[in-house]
Nanobody
Framework: QVQLVESGGGLVQAGGSLRLSCAAS???????MAWFRQAPGKEREFVAT????????LYADSLKGRFTISRDNYKNTVYLQMNSLKPEDTAVYYC????????????????WGQGTQVTVSS
């Protein structure tokens, strides 16, 4: 059984940084992990994804340069380092996983975490 558990969300002032973590268990083959986010009143959107072997990544164009996705294979954990945070980054951030290559498409991810709230104050 695959489980994804996010942590690291919270309240931060604009310009600050946060690092989200997603601890994975039950993933047994080559897989991609990703972060998505959903702001109030908006659809969930892609943030970044990383392949477990080799570390290939994809980012949402609007977030590239401020957000960095990484992974620790020994800890089965993926991270999202978020810098220069803006109020519009306020959202619930979700970790997701799929067997196979990286993709931006939300409906291609089979497993989801419960989400962690990030609130950026102005």
């Amino acid at each position: 059984q695959v489980q994804l558990v996010e942590s690291g969300g919270g309240l931060v002032q604009a310009g600050g940084s946060l690092r989200l973590s997603c601890a994975a268990s039950g993933l047994t083959s080559s897989y991609a992990m990703a972060w998505f986010r959903q702001a109030p009143g908006k659809e969930r959107e892609f943030v970044a994804t990383i392949y477990w072997s080799g570390g290939n990544t994809l980012y949402a164009d609007s977030l590239k340069g401020r957000f960095t996705i990484s992974r620790d294979n020994y800890k089965n954990t993926v991270y999202l380092q978020m810098n220069s945070l803006k109020p519009e980054d306020t959202a619930v951030y979700y970790c997701a996983a799929r067997g196979g290559w990286i993709t931006r498409r939300e409906n291609e991810y089979n497993y989801w975490g419960q989400g962690t709230q990030v609130t950026v104050s102005s």
